[in-house]
């Protein structure tokens, strides 16, 4: 059996406008590659955004390394150290080199010196296929490079687990492809991911458990097999049957 990532418990959010986006939610994330799925806004990005405190929970708990970061105590940027985050839309700083983009994050936060964080800086960059842009602007890069630079940032912190919102969303769709092939590398190289995203292959062929939501709450959990194959659950095959029939 895997570790547990994340044990959320009775989790509930409500926005200054009286939306309930989170309906007490109880929920265990293990480690591997959870997938979140569900139409648009169920609350996908809400939970995934309260796992490093984005979102800050109205009421519930969220267990992380024994302690509940839903609390006063919990000191969120030394939580986010082990949780990061790569959003839809790249938050990349356009006055700062890619190369200063990711070095920002090391100095200010973890304290590394320049150097190393410039040298980690460039081993991800590499990783991630675009060491030759690491002198280049934000504002001279395709979207499919920026969402690139912004994985290569979040592994630059080294995290335990990496929260990724919707992360091809934003891209045309030729650029789709590069994104998620640096992340099925990553699937390779073990690293622990809870996904929300509407690329169901994606899902099917590496999540290795789905998390189906719908208004603030979750449907159904289960493999991919279990999910895409044989659901137990009306609103499941309904959602995925109306995604099939776009597809189509």
């Given at each position: 059996m ?96 890619v ?15 320049k ?63 590069e ?47 279990v ?22």
């Open positions: 895997q570790n547990k990532l994340f044990e959320i418990k009775d989790l509930y959010k409500k926005f200054d406008d009286g939306t309930v986006a989170l309906n007490n939610i109880s929920l265990d994330i293990y480690e591997g590659i959870t997938v979140i799925i569900g139409p648009s806004g169920s609350g996908k990005s809400t939970l995934l955004r309260t796992l490093n405190l984005m979102e800050q929970p109205t009421t519930g708990e969220i267990i992380y390394n024994n302690k509940n970061i839903n609390s006063k105590e919990i000191n969120i940027n030394h939580h986010r150290k082990d949780v990061g985050m790569v959003f839809q839309s790249f938050n990349l700083f356009p006055h700062l080199s190369l200063e983009n990711l070095n920002l994050a090391q100095i200010k936060v973890l304290h590394l010196d150097l190393t964080a410039t040298n980690r800086s460039l081993f991800y960059l590499e990783k991630v296929g675009l060491l030759d842009k690491k002198d280049q602007f934000p504002n001279k890069l395709s979207g499919g490079q920026k969402q690139r630079i912004a994985i290569a940032r979040a592994l630059c912190m080294e995290p335990k687990v990496i929260l990724f919102d919707e992360p091809t969303s934003a891209l045309d769709p030729e650029m789709i492809g994104v998620l092939s640096v992340m099925k590398e990553l699937v390779g190289l073990g690293m622990h991911m809870v996904v929300v995203t509407h690329e169901m292959d994606f899902a099917k062929n590496f999540g290795n458990r789905i998390v189906f939501m719908d208004k603030g709450e979750v449907v159904e959990i289960g493999t991919p097999q999910i895409f194959e044989n659901p137990t659950k009306k609103r499941t095959s309904d959602f995925l049957e109306s995604i099939e029939h776009k597809l189509s």
